[in-house]
């Protein structure tokens, strides 16, 4: 990441295009390229009348209707101007109550117009959906609109947060010229995020701070708010994923999924960054957004690591002055203190906690450090999680180290679950069900050979065409780990779901192995 990061920062130019940081004065002609698409998204061409539905495994026109837009030509400047906006949107919500039939038909997606790029450049208005019209297509007073039939069809697949990309003319060859400016974008925003990961100043240097005050919030007020956070926290990691690159009319779009771990605060979501070049023909973030995704609450949640520490310190000091107080409720039991103090034989312990979660040790009291190693993990698990210190236990058990270990897991833990993903995408029994536990279970499945023989059936009759995920939770629980994420599932027969699939891993000693599986519908 370091060296991604010092590679970046040298981008410094770019002239692969030269982009308009003024507003454009004529209607938007583009061709798309190979921008690093998205896995789905829309493409609006306004002089053809035409709506077109993407996918991108590989690029697909799956949907191609008829439509209309704005009364009046031309990119949209101001409120009641009648003209449909260009540039890149995105789908944010859906609304299918309380709408006038002969204007809007029974259902809207909205977009997030204006958008920061449209703020920057003084243009006004609002509720620019895509929607049917009632009793026939006739042009609108900025939307866009598709017939009743085929807003039915395609609805189901206008998702919060798909890429919308609507322009006067549009051309989409069959096969897509490459873009290295797009791939440069990319690399530029991962080394943003690994800048902000370093707590750098060198983070400042990637945006425009006039245009960010304008289009965002104050720059210098923006500035001190993250000054302040990298002077009091100890610990940050960005993580990015699935980045995405589109190019609108005088600027260009970066988006990718974002986990944000801090030692005071984690949070996962979509981060946008829109990026213009400035007068030395430097990208620079001249706008941004976030997206909080919205993941149900874990069943647990684990400790502060330096609640962990200071609890360790208090366990250590009870064992030479046995006093209870130092213990915390649940482990300040006659059956605890008598098995912490008895040194005779290793006893088998089972406790069970206020989260109904169990933990199994075989508890030596003959040195000190298995008694820190099992203190701590007894800690964590009275507050729903367990960490397995075996590869540290002879060190200092600090934030640091619990943090190093957690951390190292998740890259292979990330490729095993996209592994898995593929091979359920491309039907691959003999791949997909290795990555099982003999004894694995699913459901009220249990065993691999009934695994492979249920998903058998099931492929006979349902061939999976899309699945995707996002928001990936990694989570320590003893020597496994818990991983959630929100998966999108769509087949040949036009079945569609979304929810929460949720995994236990444990290590198999050079890859990971799935123990149970689980999976709850999203509300």
């Not at 006004?124 to 007073?141: A, D, Y």
């Not at 367990?386 to 590869?391: E, G, K, N, P, R």
Request: proline share 6%; with cysteine; aromatic share 10%.
């Amino acid at each position: 990441m370091i060296s991604l990061f010092r590679t970046a920062l040298c981008l410094g130019v770019l002239s692969t295009l030269a982009l308009l940081c003024a507003s454009p004065s004529f209607a938007w002609r583009t061709q798309l390229t190979d921008t690093m698409l998205p896995a789905h998204f829309v493409a609006v061409d306004k002089q053809r009348k035409k709506f077109f539905f993407y996918d991108n495994t590989p690029l697909t026109r799956t949907y191609e209707f008829t439509c209309t837009t704005g009364k009046n030509d031309g990119d949209k400047e101001v409120v009641g101007d009648g003209k449909t906006p260009e540039g890149i949107y995105f789908i944010e919500k859906t609304i299918d109550s309380g709408l006038d039939f002969k204007e809007y038909g029974g259902v809207a997606y909205t977009l997030n117009y204006p958008n920061p790029i449209d703020r920057l450049r003084g243009r006004t208005g609002h509720g620019i959906w895509i929607h049917s019209k009632g009793f026939g297509l006739v042009p609108t007073r900025g939307c866009v609109a598709i017939d009743l039939p085929d807003i039915a069809v395609v609805g189901p697949r206008l998702t919060s947060g798909t890429a919308v990309i609507i322009a006067e003319a549009m051309d989409i060859p069959a096969s897509l010229p490459p873009n290295p400016t797009a791939h440069a974008l990319a690399a530029r925003m991962e080394a943003w995020a690994n800048a902000w990961a370093h707590k750098s100043p060198m983070l400042f240097d990637f945006y425009d701070p006039l245009a960010y005050s304008q289009a965002t919030e104050n720059f210098s007020r923006f500035r001190a708010k993250k000054e302040q956070i990298f002077a009091t926290i100890s610990s940050l990691t960005i993580t990015t994923r699935n980045i995405h690159v589109l190019e609108g009319p005088g600027y260009w779009v970066t988006w990718a999924e974002q986990r944000y771990s801090a030692s005071n605060h984690q949070t996962e979501g979509i981060r946008r960054l829109y990026w213009q070049q400035d007068a030395t023909k430097t990208f620079r973030i001249v706008a941004m957004e976030w997206i909080p995704q919205v993941l149900p609450p874990l069943p647990q949640k684990p400790m502060d690591p330096q609640t962990v520490l200071a609890l360790t310190k208090n366990y250590t000091t009870y064992l030479a002055t046995k006093d209870p107080s130092l213990l915390p409720p649940v482990h300040n039991t006659p059956l605890f203190r008598k098995t912490l103090v008895h040194e005779s034989t290793p006893p088998r312990l089972r406790h069970q906690d206020a989260t109904t979660m169990e933990t199994e040790q075989n508890l030596l009291l003959a040195d000190e450090d298995t008694v820190k190693e099992y203190l701590v993990t007894m800690t964590w698990a009275y507050h729903g999680q367990t960490v397995h210190l075996t590869s540290i236990r002879h060190q200092e058990t600090d934030t640091g180290l619990l943090a190093q270990w957690i951390e190292a897991q998740c890259p292979a833990i990330q490729h095993f679950v996209d592994t898995w993903y593929k091979a359920w995408q491309k039907m691959d029994l003999a791949r997909y069900t290795a990555m099982y536990d003999d004894n694995a279970r699913q459901g009220k499945l249990v065993g691999r050979e009934a695994l492979a023989e249920e998903k058998k059936l099931v492929w006979q009759k349902a061939k999976p065409t899309a699945i995707s995920y996002s928001g990936l939770r990694i989570f320590p629980k003893g020597d496994k780990f818990f991983v959630d994420m929100v998966q999108t599932y769509r087949d040949n027969l036009g079945r569609e779901d979304t929810g929460v699939t949720s995994l236990l891993l444990h290590s198999t000693g050079k890859n990971w192995s799935i123990l149970e599986e689980d999976w709850k519908a999203l509300p």
